[in-house]
């Protein structure tokens, strides 16, 4: 590869360099399950990167993490300088998180939008007018892109920071910016999402066969997707609205609305009355309950006018989320579950995704070529039939560490299934993490499948524990992660234990390198509670593929399992254990989940297996 910008290819990587130049070469799409330590990255941006120049192309390598973002970027200015490359890059985030105006942060997405369009209409915003005039940019903007071009590749905070300076409109400028690049570094909505990529290619003139789509940590687009394309309604929402309507006299609006809520709140009685907690609910059952009000269409308008007045007072409003739902729930039926439910006294109305496939098979399969990779990729023929993919190659590669670094245990000693929990059972828990942790001689994170279990857990594990422990919370936010963080690491040497959830803060996209992280003990299997939801996906990914119990149920479990237990061993100096802790890992339904190369040895006298594997 003429543009890699490395001294050395090691073996696993330059195999995945020549299946993607491959792929793409052929004008097919690839699936890559390709472990940490393959060096991903510079694998899939330098054959695509040479392919886009080479045939006037663009490549879109998409990700949805701030750090993916940063080596994305670091990856191509070493290419640039390695081999003196003339090429254009932009960095893209969402319009939102790139606007200078004060507040935005807080508003929703289809809130932000009314507020731009506004400001830009009434030429409120100096950032937007120093940039565009008409459909042109301004003379400023021109001098400020060209700069750019003949810069460094930047990070998006770099090119936040000169608009700043100038007084323009990032997002103007970086699209701008994007006509011209070979490649553009961006969230999976700019390809994934309808309405946010329609925008952003007339704006670059560009149409999806002339793209080569690079969608790193794939396995959470499909999760991704259904959450942009499910739509939920509550009492809170509601509620919210008809105070608004009150607040800035909309009383007639108000009235119609209060009548909905009270007819759910009728849905929310009968439910009661049969002791249920959710219930599947029609299309046209809650079409007729707004029809009864005012006709659908008629009610949507005056939704949307009242909408639009009352973000002009306020930038925000909860009218949004109302209409964003109503338009929705007009969508069809085939792939989507209506899901009433009222639980912990709380009301809702979900328009739910089951799948995917529906919004990425078209995409994918009109690029030139797409690339999905991740370290947990498997079974590859999974996020084939989700997303839909045709045309399209499989590849599974081995983790380039050495298996001696590595020692994977089952526990088969404890077990969180839902029959068996109780407080003996958390106490013996308790025993085997803190058994376990005591002898790991460093640092070490426990993952539970919730966070309820993780504190009736904890209840006993602080009498038996001689570490220091760090407790993670629900929804921190980037500051508190980091600053827990950086406080764990203090005991790298001493040793402290860190125990979060499964699908909390830590289970993915943070890298503990060297002596940080000897040990993650994933406790329990984080399998999705039986509710209608889960029963729906299983039911239709049964009917589509023959595969519901395991696509709608057991491996969106193990990949969580697997995403925990790969924070332990980040390099090919790293050395740690990982024990996988419930009985079920040693059933041959869950066992056969673990990748072929995993190495697993099944042990009850696990601890002087550990004690022998650190004294090595």
């Not at 009314?114 to 937007?128: D, I, T, V, W």
């Not at 940590?217 to 509620?239: G, V």
């Not at 503990?512 to 729906?536: A, H, M, R």
């Not at 190369?597 to 004690?611: A, Q």
Request: hydrophobic content about 35%.
């Amino acid at each position: 590869m003429k543009l890699f910008p490395f001294s050395k290819i090691r073996p696993e990587q330059d195999e995945l360099l020549k299946e993607i130049s491959n792929s793409i070469e052929n004008k097919q799409h690839l699936i890559v399950h390709a472990p940490t330590g393959l060096g991903k990255t510079a694998a899939a941006l330098v054959p695509a990167l040479e392919h886009a120049i080479k045939n006037n192309l663009t490549v879109f390598f998409l990700t949805s993490r701030h750090t993916q973002h940063i080596i994305a970027v670091e990856t191509l200015k070493k290419i640039k300088e390695e081999h003196d490359a003339k090429f254009v890059i932009t960095d893209l985030v969402g319009k939102k998180n790139m606007c200078m105006q004060d507040g935005v942060f807080a508003l929703k997405s289809g809130e932000f939008h009314e507020y731009c369009k506004k400001l830009r209409e009434e030429e409120k915003c100096a950032f937007y007018t120093n940039t565009k005039s008409g459909q042109k940019s301004t003379p400023k903007a021109d001098v400020l892109i060209s700069e750019i071009k003949n810069m460094r590749p930047l990070h998006t905070e770099q090119i936040n920071e000169l608009c700043r300076e100038k007084e323009m409109c990032p997002y103007e400028i970086a699209t701008a910016l994007a006509k011209d690049s070979s490649v553009v570094i961006a969230d999976y909505s700019y390809i994934f999402k309808d309405s946010v990529r329609n925008s952003l290619f007339r704006r670059i003139q560009k149409n999806l066969g002339e793209c080569i789509v690079i969608v790193d940590e794939a396995h959470n687009l499909p999760k991704r997707i259904i959450d942009s394309a499910t739509e939920k309604l509550s009492a809170f929402i509601l509620k919210r609205a008809i105070q608004e309507c009150n607040k800035f006299e909309y009383s007639e609006l108000a009235v119609k609305l209060t009548s909905i809520l009270d007819s759910f709140g009728e849905i929310a009685n009968k439910l009661k009355q049969e002791n249920k907690g959710e219930m599947l609910v029609s299309k046209e059952e809650v079409m007729k309950i707004v029809n009864d009000v005012q006709d659908y269409e008629e009610l949507c308008e005056e939704l949307e006018k009242a909408m639009i007045d009352i973000i002009e007072q306020q930038k925000q409003t909860f009218l949004a989320s109302v209409l964003n739902f109503l338009i929705s729930w007009k969508g069809p039926d085939e792939g989507f579950a209506r899901i009433f439910s009222v639980k912990d006294k709380k009301m809702s109305l979900m328009y739910k995704c089951l799948d995917p496939g529906l919004f990425s098979k078209g995409v994918i399969n009109q690029t030139r070529a797409t690339i999905a990779m991740s370290g947990t990729l498997t079974p590859t023929e999974m996020y084939r039939d989700l997303l839909g993919f045709e045309n399209v190659v499989e590849k599974v590669f081995k983790s380039p560490f050495p298996d001696e670094n590595k020692l994977s245990l089952i526990v088969p000693k404890t077990t969180t299934k839902f029959t068996a929990r109780s407080d003996e059972q958390y106490e013996k828990i308790a025993n085997a993490v803190a058994e376990i942790t005591n002898i790991v001689p460093g640092n070490s994170v426990v993952f539970f499948p919730s966070y309820s279990i993780r504190d009736n857990v904890f209840k006993y594990f602080t009498s038996k524990t001689d570490k220091t422990t760090f407790l993670e919370t629900p929804n921190m936010n980037k500051q508190e992660k980091i600053e827990m963080l950086e406080k764990f690491k203090e005991y790298s040497k001493s040793g402290a234990v860190l125990l979060g959830a499964s699908s909390g803060n830590f289970s993915e996209g943070i890298d503990l390198l060297g002596d940080l992280l000897k040990c993650v003990v994933v406790v329990g299997l984080p399998l999705q509670q039986p509710d209608l939801e889960t029963q729906e996906a299983i039911k239709y990914y049964d009917k589509k593929f023959g595969k519901g119990w395991d696509y709608g149920y057991i491996f969106p479990a193990f990949n969580k399992v697997l995403q925990g237990a790969g924070r332990c061993i980040r390099s090919e100096t790293d050395r740690g254990v990982v024990v996988y802790l419930d009985e079920r890992y040693s059933w041959p339904n869950y066992i056969r989940c673990f990748p072929e190369d995993i190495n697993l040895t099944i042990k009850k006298d696990y601890l002087e297996e550990i004690r022998e594997f650190f004294e090595k």
